[in-house]
């Protein structure tokens, strides 16, 4: 029986059905000038339902960067509540240009659990570690300049002294290859909203593609004194929509 306006006694019953669906549209989202040190808080929501937060800490020397990111559920129970994820990544700054050397990822999705060890060298990534392969067999040539999932975080997430919404990037999370695109600037009263989209690009089955090979995608930026604050994430996903909302 369809879930999507229940009613009463029937809205409690597909409860669970509706808030699973809800955390999955919102982990398809679990990826400027930024101070020395940062940390963020964004809460996730599915479907206008609160299913998790994440934090994402980040640091920066002259010639070094590093970043964690985490993402836990709130308020579910059962399976759900055992969803989870923590990443890591570590790399070198070259101008304005983060290029990773390291990165680490750890997910729980209730059902599976993954571990995944990424290395580079000369920009191109390498599994180190982690059993899940792709669904079909990504051509090497195609991971060169592809950043990792921390990193990718790190790059929409961080604040901006003059948001441009021009971004092409690809990332590579051990399985698969996305990339970001953001090529539109929308100016919106006090905010700035960039948008773009998630592209699915390698990794993926043929009915994984034939299902959603790109998805909208839009991040919205706010004055604060002379920075502008990311404070929304927006991505369509195959399950609904799903937004962060900034909460520090």
Known sequence: MPCSAPKSPERDRCRPHFRKLALQCAAALVLGTLPAKADQLWSVHGFGIKVGEMQVRMAQTGETYKGSGSFRTTGLAGV??????????????TGDMLRPKAYKG???????????????????????????APAVPIDPDRLNGAI????????????????????DQTQFDGT??????????????????????????????????????????????????????????????????ATLHRRD
């Open 148 to 167: 990792d999932p921390m990193t990718m975080m790190w790059l929409t997430l961080r604040d901006s002294e003059a948001p441009t919404c021009v971004f």
């Open 80 to 93: 759900l509540a055992r969803i989870h994820f923590d990443v890591s990544a570590k790399g070198t700054l």
């Open 106 to 132: 750890s997910i729980n999705t209730g059902k599976r659990k993954s571990q995944t060890t990424l290395e580079y060298s000369t920009g191109i990534p390498r599994k180190t570690a982690g059993k899940d």
């Open 176 to 241: 698969r290859l996305t990339a970001i695109r953001l090529t539109r600037r929308e100016d919106d009263d006090d905010d700035i909203i960039c948008h773009g989209s998630y592209d699915r690009l390698g990794g993926y089955s043929q009915a994984e593609l034939d299902e959603m090979s790109t998805s909208p995608l839009s991040i919205t930026y706010r004055k604060s004194g002379d920075t502008w604050r990311t404070v929304r994430v927006y991505v369509r996903t195959r399950h609904g929509p």
